[in-house]
Every structure is written in structure tokens, then in C-alpha cells.
């Protein structure tokens, strides 16, 4: 039964989904799956430990960005 379901994968869309992204990886094909998303604090010190946190603050602003609040994104891959 297992082995059916992958014989019978999907071609691959031209369009783009956000639920999901597949490429090659060699001779695999690799799927990334959207699991899940997380609002947290941040970004420093997560990213930018190495920096101060204004230094942080001012890079996000200037890319438009919140400088307090992040998304993390949560994928599985196979």
C-alpha cells in the first residue's frame, strides 16, 4: 500500500504553494512541508546576539520589519 502512494506522487505544480515547496535534491525529490507558525519576542536576542539590540531594533526598521515581534515558521521535510 505504502509503496503504491509513492508511485502515485503528484507531478510537480509550476505554481507556487505556501503549504509546501518541492525541489531536487540529485537524483531525490525533496518536500518541505509547512507545519505550523509561532508568533514569539524578538528578533534579538535569537538573531543578532552578537550585536546590541538597538543595532537589531534599526536594521529591522530599515528593512520594514517589526523590530519586537518575529514569526517563526515550522517545516518538515521528506
Not at 7 to 20: D, K, L, Q, Y
Not at 41 to 51: C, K, L, N, R, S
Amino acid at each position: 500500500m505504502t509503496r503504491a502512494a509513492f508511485a502515485a506522487a503528484p507531478p510537480r505544480p509550476e505554481v507556487t504553494n505556501s503549504g509546501f515547496h518541492r525541489f531536487m535534491l540529485g537524483k531525490f525529490e525533496i518536500t518541505v512541508i509547512l507545519d505550523g507558525m509561532r508568533t514569539f519576542d524578538g528578533p534579538h536576542p535569537t538573531f543578532g546576539a552578537d550585536q546590541s539590540a538597538d543595532e537589531v531594533a534599526s536594521l529591522m526598521n530599515a528593512n520594514f520589519l517589526p523590530s519586537d515581534r518575529m514569526i517563526g515558521q515550522f517545516n518538515r521535510s521528506w
